[in-house]
């Protein structure tokens, strides 16, 4: 064999390295190399099964049964003994009158002359072997034959191993992105109140579609697990979603982070940086307090969801980018434009789609549905024997105004768990101050939900005696109980 064929062929197996990631079509194209640069009848690779067993296995074979694969590989084949355990390679020019191949009956029997191995070797340590034979006429292979073939192997080995690697990371990748898509289920939103009802409806029928959606909500009602529930179940989901807190950053930072800049656009822009917009190509961008951005960015983002194009700052050139845009904020953007503090055309914008995420108080019945999830999660967690709620503990829960929302439930929660003396979380180890519990009434409360709050607070009032709350409310005992009952507890 030619210098000038041996050194093509190190070259293609190098270019394999950089184009095939598949483990299954690199081995392929490293046994048909070795085949076709060799001019050899049959061949096999041989890998070992784990970086920590010594065990090895037949990866790929050509033309090689599998009565001969069983006689070849056995570990009491000289081939596989002397490669395998010794990192030897093995040359025989006639493998018919070889003393080491005696034992071997597919040798003899498929009339094999010519017989070449050599070990896989990566870092010192043998991965496992490529095996080739001929039959027709002895002198096949040659010694540059093994010079090749060991060459080639060892490039193979780096080849196998990158494409190892890189199938680890994506089956971890699909491993966590299967986790993150379980976590962000509408079924991970918790909650069967009528409001929350009206928000599933709503997320449903924008799931599948692209449309910028504009979520409005206090602080702690969960939005930006909204936008990801949207993210997570829509043609989206296997992009990136990234989240930005508007708030938190300056005018000049910001417009860095979403846009991205140039070397030398301002001090310390060393290098060109793609923004978040971009990094985000084909996913989502949560933009989480939105209605904090100054108007300079506010132009720039009305130009982006206008064109799709962006313009990093410091360069002359504009992108075209895709990415679905979902915002998010605690304030009333409609007032805000108003006020004349947020652009009306960026308003209308954003809000396409709008989701109300409800108040807790607006959605009491709720609460021991969360409560109960947010005990289950800690106890977990912190390995606590803490497993339910006394009554007096679940009255203050939800007669409790709860200012921070569902955030707020469960960092009160999680506190519960940790001070809890028994397997039970008292009104004491919730830590809810008295003066704090109060009553409030909006449009957008159904009958039910007034009346259950109502009564709720006069039995707070009543110090959870049965008979002052039913003559407090000009009801029967028994009608009471019954709601009570209805509610989730008994008295």
């Given at each position: 064999?030619?210098?000038?064929?041996?050194?093509?062929?190190?070259?293609?197996?190098?270019?394999?390295?950089?184009?095939?990631?598949?483990?299954?079509?690199?081995?392929?194209?490293?046994?048909?190399?070795a085949m076709q640069t060799l001019q050899a009848d049959r061949g096999?690779?041989?890998?070992?099964?784990?970086?920590?067993?010594?065990?090895?296995?037949?990866?790929?074979?050509?033309?090689?049964?599998?009565?001969?694969?069983?006689?070849?590989?056995?570990?009491?084949?000289?081939?596989?003994?002397?490669?395998?355990?010794?990192?030897?390679?093995?040359?025989?020019?006639?493998?018919?009158?070889?003393?080491?191949?005696?034992?071997?009956?597919?040798?003899?029997?498929?009339?094999?002359?010519?017989?070449?191995?050599?070990?896989?070797?990566?870092?010192?340590?043998?991965?496992?072997?490529?095996?080739?034979?001929?039959?027709?006429?002895?002198?096949?292979?040659?010694?540059?034959?093994?010079?090749?073939?060991?060459?080639?192997?060892?490039?193979?080995?780096?080849?196998?191993?990158?494409?190892?690697?890189?199938?680890?990371?994506?089956?971890?990748?699909?491993?966590?992105?299967?986790?993150?898509?379980?976590?962000?289920?509408?079924?991970?939103?918790?909650?069967?109140?009528?409001?929350?009802?009206?928000?599933?409806?709503?997320?449903?029928?924008?799931?599948?579609?692209?449309?910028?959606?504009?979520?409005?909500?206090?602080?702690?009602?969960?939005?930006?697990?909204?936008?990801?529930?949207?993210?997570?179940?829509?043609?989206?989901?296997?992009?990136?979603?990234?989240?930005?807190?508007?708030?938190?950053?300056?005018?000049?930072?910001?417009?860095?982070?979403?846009?991205?800049?140039?070397?030398?656009?301002?001090?310390?822009?060393?290098?060109?940086?793609?923004?978040?917009?971009?990094?985000?190509?084909?996913?989502?961008?949560?933009?989480?307090?939105?209605?904090?951005?100054?108007?300079?960015?506010?132009?720039?983002?009305?130009?982006?969801?206008?064109?799709?194009?962006?313009?990093?700052?410091?360069?002359?050139?504009?992108?075209?980018?895709?990415?679905?845009?979902?915002?998010?904020?605690?304030?009333?953007?409609?007032?805000?434009?108003?006020?004349?503090?947020?652009?009306?055309?960026?308003?209308?914008?954003?809000?396409?789609?709008?989701?109300?995420?409800?108040?807790?108080?607006?959605?009491?019945?709720?609460?021991?549905?969360?409560?109960?999830?947010?005990?289950?999660?800690?106890?977990?967690?912190?390995?606590?024997?803490?497993?339910?709620?006394?009554?007096?503990?679940?009255?203050?829960?939800?007669?409790?105004?709860?200012?921070?929302?569902?955030?707020?439930?469960?960092?009160?929660?999680?506190?519960?768990?940790?001070?809890?003396?028994?397997?039970?979380?008292?009104?004491?180890?919730?830590?809810?101050?008295?003066?704090?519990?109060?009553?409030?009434?909006?449009s957008s409360l159904t009958l039910k939900e007034v009346e259950k709050?109502?009564?709720?607070?006069?039995?707070?009032?009543?110090d959870k005696n049965i008979s002052k709350t039913a003559k407090a409310?000009?009801?029967?005992?028994?009608?009471?109980?019954?709601?009570?009952?209805?509610?989730?507890?008994?008295?």
């Open positions: 064999m030619s210098k000038e064929k041996m050194f093509h062929a190190l070259m293609e197996i190098t270019q394999e390295i950089n184009t095939i990631h598949d483990i299954n079509e690199l081995l392929r194209r490293v046994m048909d190399i096999f690779i041989i890998l070992k099964k784990d970086a920590d067993d010594e065990a090895f296995h037949v990866a790929i074979a050509r033309n090689v049964s599998q009565k001969d694969l069983a006689d070849l590989t056995s570990y009491s084949s000289s081939v596989v003994r002397t490669v395998l355990g010794n990192g030897e390679s093995i040359l025989s020019y006639d493998a018919q009158a070889d003393e080491r191949f005696r034992d071997a009956s597919s040798v003899i029997l498929n009339k094999i002359s010519s017989i070449a191995a050599v070990p896989l070797r990566l870092k010192n340590k043998i991965i496992g072997a490529i095996y080739v034979d001929a039959s027709g006429g002895i002198g096949r292979f040659i010694e540059d034959s093994i010079s090749f073939l060991t060459a080639f192997a060892n490039q193979s080995a780096i080849a196998i191993e990158n494409a190892k690697m890189i199938e680890s990371i994506q089956e971890e990748n699909q491993k966590l992105r299967r986790e993150v898509e379980e976590k962000y289920t509408f079924e991970g939103i918790i909650g069967r109140s009528r409001a929350m009802s009206r928000v599933f409806d709503l997320m449903q029928k924008v799931m599948k579609t692209s449309a910028t959606v504009l979520i409005e909500g206090e602080s702690g009602t969960g939005k930006e697990l909204i936008a990801r529930a949207l993210h997570y179940n829509g043609p989206r989901k296997k992009a990136p979603f990234v989240a930005v807190f508007c708030s938190a950053l300056s005018e000049s930072i910001l417009e860095s982070e979403l846009f991205g800049h140039t070397r030398g656009a301002f001090t310390g822009a060393r290098e060109d940086k793609k923004g978040l917009l971009e990094s985000a190509e084909n996913g989502t961008v949560f933009l989480d307090e939105v209605s904090e951005i100054s108007p300079a960015i506010q132009t720039k983002l009305l130009r982006f969801l206008q064109e799709g194009e962006i313009k990093r700052v410091g360069d002359t050139k504009t992108r075209i980018v895709d990415v679905r845009v979902i915002a998010a904020t605690n304030k009333i953007l409609e007032e805000e434009v108003k006020a004349g503090r947020f652009r009306q055309d960026l308003y209308y914008r954003l809000n396409v789609i709008k989701i109300s995420a409800p108040p807790l108080r607006e959605r009491v019945e709720d609460i021991p549905l969360l409560a109960e999830y947010f005990l289950k999660k800690y106890s977990k967690k912190l390995s606590s024997p803490v497993d339910g709620f006394s009554r007096n503990a679940m009255e203050t829960l939800l007669s409790y105004g709860w200012p921070g929302n569902v955030r707020e439930l469960e960092n009160t929660i999680e506190r519960a768990v940790i001070l809890a003396a028994s397997n039970k979380i008292e009104r004491e180890d919730l830590q809810i101050a008295p003066q704090k519990a109060r009553l409030e009434f909006t709050s109502f009564v709720l607070k006069v039995l707070e009032e009543q409310l000009d009801v029967s005992r028994r009608w009471l109980h019954y709601r009570l009952k209805e509610w989730g507890y008994e008295a």
